[in-house]
Antibody
Framework: EVQLLESGGGLVQPGGSLRLSCAAS????????MSWVRQAPGKGLEWVSA????????YYAASVKGRFTISRDNSKNTLYLQMNSLRAEDTAVYYC??????????????WGQGTLVTVSS | QSVLTQPPSASGTPGQRVTISCSGS????????VYWYQQLPGTAPKLLIY???QRPSGVPDRFSGSKSGTSASLAISGLRSEDEADYYC???????????FGGGTKLTVL
């Protein structure tokens, strides 16, 4: 059974940093691209960042480029999102999602339960 | 403003057929597959339609997807109360080099 378990969310002050993790199990992690998708309270889904299965290519939404860094450790079956210079508008539930294939397409067949990040003073 | 445009709301009565539209451009829907997600209240999104018109196993055949040019649609026939949820379209955007979502459509079953 495929499982994606996010952790690392919490309350952080504006300008602060946080690192999210997503532990994957039940599939060959290194074969699949992974993404982070967020949802602000009462709002829609927003794609944040993606990484190919090998980790060789990364992609970012304009709203987070230069502040967030996506990475993965295929030996640990874990996806990460390093978030720096956090702003109030980054407050959201962050989901990790697996792509059906090794490349990024928006074809998210599995999702985690989400972790809440709150940016506030 | 979302790159993909969806109506904010839709509604229907049990048994009816409803459609939800998703409008994009040549750099996203016009040149890539469309994906649809269903999000029930308080839960993570779930894949409903992949590659524009394919259903994952376990998704009822009441749900169908189509694409034409730079627009896509999700149709739900035989509407049921449990279909009340938010629905999102998504696609890869060649110009942005990223995934884009629609703003979401809240479906109400009257």
């Amino acid at each position: 059974e495929v499982q994606l378990l996010e952790s690392g969310g919490g309350l952080v002050q504006p300008g602060g940093s946080l690192r999210l993790s997503c532990a994957a199990s039940g599939f060959t992690f290194s074969s699949y691209a992974m993404s982070w998708v967020r949802q602000a309270p009462g709002k829609g889904l927003e794609w944040v960042s993606a990484i190919t299965g090998s980790g060789g290519s990364t992609y970012y939404a304009a709203s987070v480029k230069g502040r967030f860094t996506i990475s993965r450790d295929n030996s640990k079956n874990t996806l990460y999102l390093q978030m720096n210079s956090l702003r109030a508008e980054d407050t959201a539930v962050y989901y990790c999602a697996s792509e059906y294939e090794g490349e990024v397409a928006g074809y998210f067949d599995y999702w985690g339960q989400g972790t809440l990040v709150t940016v506030s003073s | 403003q979302s790159v993909l445009t969806q109506p904010p709301s839709a509604s229907g009565t049990p048994g009816q057929r409803v459609t939800i539209s998703c409008s994009g451009s040549s750099s996203n829907i016009g040149s890539n597959y469309v994906y649809w997600y269903q999000q029930l209240p308080g839960t993570a999104p779930k894949l409903l339609i992949y590659r524009s018109n394919q259903r994952p196993s376990g998704v009822p055949d009441r749900f169908s997807g189509s694409k034409s040019g730079t627009s896509a649609s999700l149709a739900i026939s035989g509407l049921r109360s449990e279909d009340e949820a938010d629905y999102y379209c998504a696609a890869w955007d060649d110009s942005l080099s990223g995934v884009v979502f629609g703003g979401g459509t809240k479906l109400t079953v009257l």
